[in-house]
Each structure stands twice: as C-alpha cells, then as structure tokens.
C-alpha cells in the first residue's frame, strides 16, 4: 500500500518538502550534540530533564488519545467512528515515533539504548515504559494495517486482529499510566509525588488527542476530500469537553491540596509555575507566561466547543476550539509538568530552565518527523478510503 | 559544601542558632539502605555492592538520568561533556570516566576494596572530621561514634534509610 504515499499533488509535495526542511537542520543539530555531548543543550545537574522529556510525555498522551476512537467503536460498535479509527491508530503510531526519537534524543549514551533489553530490570519504570510503549506501537500497526488491507480488498477483517484490537485498548492506559508513574513514584519530588498524575494524564490525554484528530480531520476535509461526518466529529467533542474539565478538576485538586494543607513542599512548585517563586530575594517566573497561556487557552478552547452556536456553526470555530485545547495542554504537560517538577531542587535552590537553540531545533525536527510520517500514512489510509468508495 | 538549610531543608527553624546557620558542611550520596536511584534505574548500571555501597558501572549506563530525578538529595551529576579534556594529571588508578554518563560519589569503591580510606576521608586526616567504617560491625569505629553523638541525616522521612550522619 505504501505506493499510495508516492502520488500526490503539488501541495502534498510542498507540504512533505517544508517538513523535510525542519528534519534536515534537525539532523544536523543531532549530529552536533552527538559529538559534543548533552553539554550543548540547556539541561544541567539541577534540571537534569529538559524539552525533550517534556515532549515526550506530551507525547505518549497524544497517542494514548487514539483509543477513544477505538474503544467506542470495538467495544460500543459506535458505527460512526467506522471511518477515522484508523486516524487514531496512525495518528498513535507517529506519535510513539516521535516519543522514541525523543527518549533517544536525550539519552547520553543512545548507542547503549539496547542495555534496556539486554539487562532487564522490573523495578524500573523505565523498563516497563518501554515495554508498553513498543507494544503499543506494534499493536497498532499491526491493527491498523491489517484492517485497511481488508478494507482495501473489500473483506472482513480476519477474525484474529479482532483478539490485538482489543488488547491495544488496555494498552492505551497502561502507556500513559507508566508514563505517569515515571514521576509520580519519586520520592523527595513533591509536585510529582501525587496519586493525581495518572489520571491527570489519561484524562489531559483524552482531551489533547481526539482535538488534534478533530483539527486533522478539519483539515483533511478540505485537502483531501475526506469527510469524517459530523456525528463522529460531534461525538469527539463532546470526549474532548469531558476529558478536559476532568484534566481541569484534578489540576484544582493540586492546587487545593497544595494550598489549603500550606506544606511548602506542595506548594512550591505550583507558585513557581503560576505566580513566580521568590528566593533569596530574586522571583523565579521563567515558565508563568506558558502556565497562564495554558488556563487562557483553555477556557478559550471550551468556550467555543461547549457555546451551541460556535461548535455548530462553522467547522472554523470548531477547529480553534480544538486547537486551543490541544495547545492548552501541550504548554500544561509538555512544557510546565515535566520542568516544573524539578524547582526548586533537593537542595532548596531554584535553578531555571532555557533550552538552546541547537536543542529546540531537534525538538521542532522531531515533531517534523512525526507529522511528515503522519502525512505519509494519513495519505495512504485516505487513498484507500477513496479507491473503495470509487 | 553547603549550607544547614540547603542540606536539612525539612529541619525549618526560623530562630536557628548562629553556628548552625553559618557553618557550612558537606553533602555527599547518602548511600541510602532503599536507595530511589538504583530503584530507577533501568539497566542496573547503578547498584548497591556488597558492602552495601551505591556504585556505578560507568559503561552500562545509557544516560537516561532517571536516577538524577529520583535522588531526593541531588546528590548525582552527569558528565554534559567530555571530561577527560578537564583532567590535567591522569590518574591511572582511577577508572577511565567518559561523557554522556552519570557520575556519583562511590565512597571511592576501587580504593575501599583495596583496603584503602575514601579519598576525603584520607584528606580530613587526623581531624576525624569523616569517619568511614563498617556499619553492620557493633564495634566500628564508626558505631562507636554515633552511639557517644547525637547525629542526624538528611531527610529520613522519605524511607531511604540515609548511612550518611551528621553531627551538628
């Protein structure tokens, strides 16, 4: 099927061109921070996880985000999300991509990525992240090619796909849930140190993920003749406003428990995220204007899905809703989660974060891959679509 | 070195004495009995040895500087750049350190198990300002010594079981 991605028209090539441009300085960067070492990004001792890992986390999200095409559709025999299951399926295989580029981005010694697998080691959950994230990856495309090839051929699916369809749903929490539980079972790291994390994340997941599908599918809509239908769009909406006031209400929960108990730990990072954290006479605020841009974007992004009049009106309005929520919780779990968690540092002191150029030009490089993947495989599910219904 | 307050920031007195608040003291892996570091880590390239030493094997670790995150006592670094270009007299005693990896005081492992002091302990000298030993051993120099002192460690309550005390 992979000739489908071989003919397209002018825009597809410009489109794959102008992300090939990002991959190539990217490429380039990597290799710069290959022989010099990690010392060329702006992580340090104190903040010893940066973008990337940041990214990564977000990331896995969006993938886990895919189930909640499948999940109804499998399980509830939702027919309406018939269509674009397989949009949640690709949309995750990139997405797991571009987590593993990250993890091997940031590892100092990613020629020794291997020692994983050859000295396993269950008491990490490192280990067991990397199992479910490489099982969910091949679940995926394993489901998601076989499917369309019965598809194309105008078949049933065999019987058997049905057994690791149902097991990629599992799945989907567990990467999250692993993810989560990469913070969230750290001693001495207060603001990761909650119960929370695990459904903060699923539930920041199910929002993020079905409002990048939905804006994908506004897009493919007018670039390439598909059309998702309104009621399957209509129905991730209304995933997407749930998710996201749970992703709200736990966030609160954070801020209650912090505040109200006044441990300084629990309240630490959370003034240093949204207001600034005094030390030593100096207020540390470096990550407060992408915190506020997270609570502005969101009530922007519901207001628009929930308001009757913006959700139907236009498809325009519906996509910047959803994109506002997918940003909102991309600056709330990829950027302030993850650098956040480390201020102040075991040591009470407040070192802040920058990432340097060389590293947010592989950060925007690998976010290329992944969407020029995407691309590629969102090309031929469609491709497909339409020499059936031809 | 550092200060009371950076090492115990869980011990919060708003009226410390003079002499605490002004010293300054060492902070160093805890070689904790439940170590958060070794539990991270995802290749067993940090462990405890059997004399129940938190070590490194410096060419299995992959740099994922999980451990970095759950040390509660930031006491682990990673080598962001070659280091041998920062090392003016080679050592040959020394294990060949290497970039992209993470560093942490051993209680110098090499020089233990060749019945040697750690290097700081030799430099604190006839001071005794550090006592190394054997904590399992009732009559060590160094369970003389807290039996006689009143010591702490730096936040116990997160269950990690610190073999580093301090006399304050």
């Given at each position: 099927?992979?000739?489908?991605?071989?003919?397209?028209?002018?825009?597809?090539?410009?489109?794959?061109?102008?992300?090939?441009?990002?991959?190539?300085?990217?490429?380039?960067?990597?290799?710069?921070?290959?022989?010099?070492?990690?010392?060329?990004?702006?992580?340090?001792?104190?903040?010893?996880?940066?973008?990337?890992?940041?990214?990564?986390?977000f990331?896995?999200g969006v993938?886990?985000g895919g189930?909640m095409l499948?999940?109804p559709?499998?399980?509830?025999?939702y027919?309406a999300f018939?269509r674009i299951?397989?949009l949640g399926?690709?949309l995750?295989?990139?997405?797991?991509?571009?987590?593993?580029?990250?993890?091997?981005?940031?590892?100092?010694?990613?020629?020794?990525?291997?020692?994983?697998?050859?000295?396993?080691?269950?008491?990490?959950?490192?280990?067991?992240?990397?199992?479910?994230?490489?099982?969910?990856?091949?679940?995926?495309?394993?489901?998601?090619?076989?499917?369309?090839?019965?598809?194309?051929?105008?078949?049933?699916?065999?019987?058997?796909?049905?057994?690791?369809?149902?097991?990629?749903?599992?799945?989907?929490?567990?990467?999250?849930?692993?993810?989560?539980?990469?913070?969230?079972?750290?001693?001495?790291?207060?603001?990761?140190?909650?119960?929370?994390?695990?459904?903060?994340?699923?539930a920041s997941a199910f929002a993020a993920g079905p409002a990048l599908i939905v804006v994908l599918a506004m897009i493919l809509k007018r670039v390439a003749n598909f059309d998702a239908g309104k009621e399957a769009i209509n129905k991730m909406v209304t995933i997407i406003i749930y998710a996201a006031l749970a992703n709200m209400f736990f966030v609160g929960?954070?801020?209650?428990?912090?505040?109200?108990?006044?441990?300084?730990?629990?309240?630490?990072?959370?003034?240093?995220?949204?207001?600034?954290?005094?030390?030593?006479?100096?207020?540390?605020?470096?990550?407060?204007p992408f915190m506020w841009g997270f609570i502005v974007l969101f009530l922007v992004g519901i207001s628009l899905l929930i308001h009757p009049y913006t959700r139907k009106q236009s498809d325009l309005w519906l996509g910047i809703g959803c994109a506002s929520i997918f940003f909102a919780f991309w600056l709330d779990k990829g950027?302030?989660?993850?650098?956040?968690?480390?201020?102040?540092?075991?040591?009470?002191?407040?070192?802040?974060?920058?990432?340097?150029?060389?590293?947010?030009?592989?950060?925007?490089?690998?976010?290329?891959?992944?969407?020029?993947?995407?691309?590629?495989?969102?090309?031929?599910?469609?491709?497909?679509?339409?020499?059936?219904?031809? | 070195?550092?200060?009371?307050?950076?090492?115990?920031?869980?011990?919060?007195?708003?009226?410390?004495?003079?002499?605490?608040?002004?010293?300054?003291?060492?902070?160093?892996?805890?070689?904790?009995?439940?170590?958060?570091?070794?539990?991270?880590?995802?290749?067993?390239?940090?462990?405890?040895?059997?004399?129940?030493?938190?070590?490194?094997?410096?060419?299995?670790?992959?740099?994922?500087?999980?451990?970095?995150?759950?040390?509660?006592?930031?006491?682990?670094?990673?080598?962001?750049?070659?280091?041998?270009?920062?090392?003016?007299?080679?050592?040959?005693?020394?294990?060949?350190?290497?970039?992209?990896?993470?560093?942490?005081?051993?209680?110098?492992?090499?020089?233990?198990?060749?019945?040697?002091?750690?290097?700081?302990?030799?430099?604190?000298?006839?001071?005794?300002?550090?006592?190394?030993?054997?904590?399992?051993?009732?009559?060590?120099?160094?369970?003389?010594?807290?039996?006689?002192?009143?010591?702490?460690?730096?936040?116990?309550?997160?269950?990690?079981?610190?073999?580093?005390?301090?006399?304050?």
């Amino acid at each position: 099927m992979f000739e489908k991605a071989l003919k397209g028209n002018n825009y597809y090539w410009m489109w794959l061109a102008f992300l090939g441009f990002f991959i190539a300085i990217a490429a380039v960067c990597y290799l710069r921070q290959y022989f010099y070492g990690l010392g060329i990004t702006g992580m340090s001792r104190d903040v010893s996880w940066g973008l990337y890992i940041s990214q990564f986390t977000f990331l896995v999200g969006v993938a886990a985000g895919g189930v909640m095409l499948v999940l109804p559709y499998y399980i509830h025999n939702y027919k309406a999300f018939g269509r674009i299951t397989i949009l949640g399926e690709f949309l995750a295989i990139s997405s797991l991509l571009m987590c593993l580029m990250f993890i091997m981005a940031d590892l100092g010694q990613p020629l020794r990525g291997l020692n994983v697998m050859l000295y396993p080691t269950p008491g990490s959950m490192l280990f067991w992240d990397m199992c479910v994230l490489w099982g969910y990856l091949i679940l995926n495309a394993l489901c998601g090619w076989v499917i369309l090839t019965a598809e194309r051929k105008g078949v049933h699916p065999p019987k058997w796909i049905y057994f690791f369809v149902y097991l990629s749903i599992p799945f989907a929490f567990s990467i999250h849930t692993v993810t989560a539980m990469l913070y969230c079972g750290l001693p001495g790291r207060h603001f990761w140190l909650s119960a929370i994390i695990a459904p903060r994340f699923l539930a920041s997941a199910f929002a993020a993920g079905p409002a990048l599908i939905v804006v994908l599918a506004m897009i493919l809509k007018r670039v390439a003749n598909f059309d998702a239908g309104k009621e399957a769009i209509n129905k991730m909406v209304t995933i997407i406003i749930y998710a996201a006031l749970a992703n709200m209400f736990f966030v609160g929960l954070e801020f209650f428990v912090g505040f109200y108990s006044n441990i300084p730990g629990h309240m630490h990072t959370l003034q240093y995220l949204f207001f600034g954290l005094e030390h030593h006479g100096h207020v540390y605020n470096n990550l407060v204007p992408f915190m506020w841009g997270f609570i502005v974007l969101f009530l922007v992004g519901i207001s628009l899905l929930i308001h009757p009049y913006t959700r139907k009106q236009s498809d325009l309005w519906l996509g910047i809703g959803c994109a506002s929520i997918f940003f909102a919780f991309w600056l709330d779990k990829g950027i302030g989660f993850v650098l956040g968690g480390f201020v102040p540092t075991p040591t009470e002191e407040i070192v802040e974060y920058y990432p340097t150029f060389n590293e947010l030009f592989i950060t925007i490089g690998i976010w290329a891959t992944g969407f020029f993947i995407l691309t590629i495989l969102y090309k031929i599910a469609i491709s497909v679509e339409h020499e059936i219904e031809a | 070195m550092t200060n009371f307050e950076n090492a115990f920031p869980t011990n919060t007195n708003l009226y410390r004495d003079e002499a605490t608040a002004k010293h300054q003291l060492p902070i160093l892996c805890n070689h904790c009995d439940k170590p958060p570091c070794v539990r991270a880590c995802p290749t067993k390239a940090t462990f405890r040895n059997k004399d129940g030493m938190v070590v490194m094997d410096y060419h299995r670790c992959i740099g994922c500087r999980f451990c970095m995150a759950a040390c509660p006592y930031g006491s682990r670094s990673f080598n962001w750049r070659e280091p041998a270009d920062f090392v003016k007299n080679l050592n040959r005693d020394f294990p060949r350190r290497m970039r992209g990896v993470v560093e942490k005081c051993t209680f110098c492992d090499e020089r233990v198990s060749a019945g040697k002091q750690p290097a700081c302990v030799e430099a604190c000298g006839e001071s005794k300002a550090i006592v190394f030993g054997n904590l399992n051993d009732p009559n060590s120099e160094i369970r003389k010594m807290l039996k006689e002192n009143h010591t702490i460690q730096r936040n116990p309550a997160l269950g990690t079981i610190p073999s580093v005390f301090y006399i304050v």
